[in-house]
């Protein structure tokens, strides 16, 4: 009669008030207290999201129908991640409804339990080939990938270490803390001699993981590969690369910037989404074929997780096999990044400069940018993504602008006019000090 010992004990300690659990409601209390205050202060910061109800319409990208409280507006959208329109090309889609009508809407289960496809294995041989290694593995989602990705790497081996770059995503930190016993080091964004002291001053005899990204999305700067893979090499490190921001939109095939510097092959682990360039759903890790099987035997967020609906594996695939095959895309981003940069340029308006596809164009204060992305929306029908702490430092905030293949001239020629209108000339003044 354990239990009553524990009952005698617990009435003992409490007074008997333990039948009313005063602690479960002061509990409750003090959550909710946190949650309006924290509310309270991120509104006053201006740092307070707010979802605006965009929808996409596939025959039109990248015009969408804003929902707001008083009606329906059609606006252009300067901040979608489907950086090539793959999420209405015609064969996609037409991908995703066969395989709705023959496979159903879910996977109904985890990879392990009935929910392994053979379109889930033919997409994981299309982007193994797509980076050129012998194995890939799929994730719910490119941050799914990383957090369990890279946790299970770096707890594989006693005293891991692994060296981030400061700018690395919110997924990949989160896989670093998430590893038990491994440890990190930040080095300074894209510094080769920073990450080289560093990697010198560390144990000699400790594993060590380079973490880094390739197109970096809020600034739009693209990492030195194959000189990060020099130091890797010089100090018997792995490499674990992100190509989230590049895969689809470089490289001959769309293999991202690892492939268009011909360095991966040199990079361990690459790691990848479906949901931006090839424009469908979920994420991946390419690498060597004992090292992908013993991430798929190992993380967490694979293992105990539905696999992909079979719908969204057939759409992604059918989507890196077009991309393989049409570098027009790839060239006609490349082409709009640059107007829309020339003509950023010759209004005088402020952006930071970059050699990728994303525009960063500066505001500097995180309730002034809200406002600019609010008046953009409400009095020009343009909808761009304020970017504001903690995904930028305080004082950098920016809206972050991608243009795509389907921007046209007057599109570009809109917005110029639009952000003329609701950038404070104080800021642009700034900007350009
Ligand atoms: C660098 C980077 N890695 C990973 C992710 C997560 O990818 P996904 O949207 O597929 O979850 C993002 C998302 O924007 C990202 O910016």
Aim: charged residues 20%.
């Amino acid at each position: 009669m354990r239990w009553i010992n524990w009952l005698f004990a617990a009435m003992r300690t409490y007074g008997g008030g333990i039948l009313e659990m005063p602690d479960l409601m002061d509990t409750r209390r003090a959550f909710l207290a946190h949650c309006q205050a924290n509310l309270a202060a991120l509104r006053r910061e201006g740092r307070y999201r707010e979802f605006a109800h965009l929808e996409k319409l596939s025959g039109r990208f990248p015009l969408y129908r804003w929902h707001r409280p008083d009606g329906v507006r059609e606006v252009t959208v300067w901040s979608s991640n489907d950086y090539l329109g793959m999420g209405a090309h015609p064969q996609v889609l037409a991908a995703a409804a066969r395989a709705v009508e023959e496979h159903g809407a879910g996977a109904g289960g985890t990879r392990n339990i009935s929910g392994t496809s053979p379109l889930h294995v033919a997409l994981e041989a299309e982007l193994a080939s797509l980076h050129g290694k012998p194995a890939a593995l799929l994730f719910g989602s490119g941050y799914i990938a990383n957090q369990a990705g890279i946790a299970a790497v770096l707890e594989a081996l006693p005293g891991f270490i692994v060296f981030s770059d400061a700018k690395n995503h919110a997924s990949m930190i989160a896989g670093m803390r998430g590893a038990k016993g491994a440890g990190r080091v930040i080095w300074r964004h894209n510094d080769l001699q920073d990450l080289e002291a560093k990697l010198a001053a560390a144990p000699s005899g400790a594993p060590k993981l380079i973490a880094f990204e390739s197109v970096y999305s809020m600034d739009g700067d693209i990492a030195p590969i194959g000189a990060i893979c020099d130091l890797a090499e010089r100090y018997g490190a792995m490499t674990y690369l992100d190509e989230v921001h590049a895969v689809g939109l470089y490289g001959a095939t769309g293999g991202g910037i690892s492939e268009r510097d011909g360095v991966a092959h040199r990079v361990d682990l690459i790691e990848g989404t479906l949901a931006k360039g090839f424009g469908v759903f979920g994420g991946y890790i390419a690498g060597d074929a004992d090292m992908v099987d013993y991430i798929r035997s190992t993380a967490g967020g694979l293992i105990f997780t539905t696999s992909l609906p079979p719908a969204v594996a057939a759409a992604a695939l059918e989507s890196v096999r077009v991309l393989k095959r049409l570098p027009e895309r790839r060239v006609a981003l490349a082409e709009r990044a640059a107007a829309l940069k020339s003509a950023l340029d010759a209004a005088g308006l402020p952006r930071l400069d970059g050699p990728s596809h994303i525009v960063p164009v500066w505001v500097g204060e995180a309730e002034l940018c809200r406002q600019v992305a609010r008046r953009l929306l409400e009095d020009h029908a343009i909808y761009a993504t304020p970017i504001n702490y903690p995904t930028v430092p305080r004082g950098t905030e920016r809206l972050r602008l991608c243009a795509t293949p389907f921007h046209t001239d007057a599109m570009i020629a809109a917005l110029v006019t639009a952000l003329q209108a609701v950038l404070p000339t104080a800021a642009i003044r700034q900007a350009a000090e």
